[in-house]
């Protein structure tokens, strides 16, 4: 009895729901939703948050990260001209860098520049230099990545046309070439963001006073004191409050540069 | 200054081992408009954009009102911006409005104020026709727009001389029209330029002089009349042949 591609197809898409289903009434059977309720969902431990989960822990959290992609954008650029470069060190140069940022846990740059960096050079620098060198460091790598690959995209004719008019080399890239590849990389650019984000919660490892807590470490050390998840379950919603918004933000991007870009290579192709 | 605004004697250029120019000797008058034809692939665009340096010649000299194009010590910016270069592809800035497409170099290169760039910039759209898009995106012109755009951008930079590579040949058949009759304006005008083309009536009706190229080498010049009407070699005849009768490219 042999089945057709379309009754194969069919077949297959209703073992992939049963098991959803399966998977489903397990877990509802077996979870324990009581504790589950007082662990996460318990109104007392929830209000001990307020107001500093928003005003501190919020606040902290999308200070560093922009902080840092700040560092990041900056350092970015510079790594990918000079991986662009026609100059072979600085090709090398930036390759290591690259290669180095982007192999290692952002926990072991963390870690490096909260302990090691006191340890070697014998200075400290304020909690938000640090932070946002330490996320510098680890989003440039990959933000070089992106903007590279975003020059790159900006059609050849469009570096002609401004050279023939004579813009120097140096006026070409930034008169022309990065504002195009701007509009490129925007949305894989909110997306870097996004992690950033996420990667600010490792800045505890720098060791923070109460005022400088970002959301992790605030919901850390609120399931510390309350005994209870709800914390964290906050500062996951904080996290989604900053990471949604971008991801929209990305995605509304992506769709409009998206048609702009491709109007704009029909005409230049 | 010299009466020869483009000279270029014995260039040769190879991309690899593929040789493409193979020793081209040239000269553009002020004043006079010169035509390359030739097949695909005889190197034209290649030797055009050996005249301002965007590609770099192996061998053989380029001089270019006054300036040593291929000496290495050569102001190459500066060079350029006495030539103006219109591209096939049109290759507007799509991130700029057309008016800002025309006064950026002048800006920026040139250091004019912008109030007078503006202004050399809308007299250079009503000269192609176009002052009433000064305020579009590139991407809203239709090809023929683009083009003309293009060419007004190339013109404001106020050129000695007027490089142009088959500007009509993406486009659509009912829009050629306008932009030969933005290049013959030119032309009248007294523009120096270089054209390579395969449109032939307008290379036989505004060219003071054709350029017959073929395998890298430039196979036959002289007056249209005589290079396109009467061709004396075999090679030209054969493509003025398959140019002039579409139809028939297959005897
Ligand atoms: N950047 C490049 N690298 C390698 N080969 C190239 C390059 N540019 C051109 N060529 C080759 O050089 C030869 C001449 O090219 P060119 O563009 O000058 O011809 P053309 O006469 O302008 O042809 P067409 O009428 O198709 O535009 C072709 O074989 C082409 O493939
Ligand atoms: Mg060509």
């Known amino acids: 009895m042999a089945m057709s591609r379309r009754q194969r197809a069919r077949a297959f898409r209703g073992g992939q729901y049963g098991v959803l289903i399966l998977a489903i009434v397990l877990l509802a059977v077996f979870a324990d939703w009581g504790t589950i309720r007082d662990a996460f969902f318990n109104l007392d431990a929830a209000s001990t948050q307020f107001p500093e989960i928003l005003s501190t822990a919020l606040v902290n959290t999308i200070i560093y990260t922009a902080l840092g ?5 900056g350092l970015g650029l510079i790594l990918a001209l000079m991986k662009l470069s026609s100059v072979g060190p600085y090709r090398w140069l930036a390759t290591i860098y690259i290669e180095f940022f982007r192999g290692i846990p952002a926990l072991l740059v963390f870690i490096a520049l909260g302990y090691g960096v006191p340890l070697a050079f014998g200075i400290r620098f304020d909690i938000y230099s640090t932070a946002a060198i330490a996320l510098g460091l680890v989003g440039s790598a990959y933000i070089a990545e992106t903007l590279r690959a975003g020059i790159q995209a900006v059609p050849p004719g469009q570096i002609e046309a401004a050279r023939s008019l004579g813009m120097s080399q140096t006026r070409t890239t930034v008169t022309v070439v990065i504002p195009q590849a701007f509009r490129i990389i925007l949305p ?3 997306n870097e963001l996004i992690l950033l984000t996420k990667d600010s919660s490792l800045i505890y490892l720098l060791g923070l006073v109460r005022d400088e807590y970002e959301l992790a470490k605030f919901g850390r050390e609120g399931l510390n004191a309350t005994g209870s998840l709800t914390p964290i379950l906050l500062a996951g919603l904080c996290y989604l409050i900053i990471t949604v918004p971008l991801g929209y933000l990305s995605r509304y991007l992506e769709r409009r540069t998206g048609r702009k870009v491709d109007e704009g290579l029909k005409v230049t192709a | 200054m010299s009466d020869v605004i483009i000279e270029v004697s014995g260039l040769h250029k190879a991309f690899g081992k593929l040789e493409v120019l193979k020793g081209i000797d040239m000269s553009v008058r002020r004043g006079e408009v010169v035509c390359i034809i030739g097949p695909s692939g005889s190197g034209k665009s290649t030797l055009l954009r050996c005249v301002n340096l965007l590609e770099e010649p192996n ?9 040593e194009m291929t000496d290495p010590d ?3 910016d500066k060079a350029r911006r006495t030539i103006g270069m219109v591209f096939q592809s049109f ?4 991130h700029l409005s057309v008016l800002d497409n025309l006064t950026i170099a002048q800006r920026k290169v040139l250091k004019r104020d912008p109030a007078e760039a503006t202004a050399i910039a809308r007299e250079n759209l009503r000269r192609v026709g176009l002052e009433e898009k000064a305020n579009s995106m590139p991407s809203q012109l239709s090809g023929g727009q683009q083009q003309r755009a293009a060419i007004a951008r190339a013109l404001s930079m106020q050129p000695a001389v007027m490089l142009f590579d088959e500007p009509t040949s993406a486009l659509d058949p009912e829009l050629v029209g306008d932009v030969l009759g933005v290049m013959r304006q030119l032309a009248n005008e007294g523009m120096t330029m270089l054209v390579v083309t395969h449109e032939m009536q307008f290379a036989r009706e505004v060219a003071d002089k054709v350029l017959f190229m073929d395998g890298g080498v430039v196979v036959e010049e002289g007056p249209p009349a005589q290079v396109i009407g009467e061709p004396r070699h075999e090679r030209t005849q054969t493509f003025l042949h398959r140019v002039l009768n579409p139809v028939h490219v297959i005897d």
């Open chain 1, 69 to 73: 992609f700040a560092l990041g954008l």
């Open chain 1, 188 to 190: 894989p650019l909110t």
């Open chain 2, 59 to 67: 061998s053989g000299a380029v001089r270019v009102n006054g300036f």
């Open chain 2, 74 to 76: 050569v102001d190459i």
């Open chain 2, 91 to 94: 290759n507007l800035f799509g």
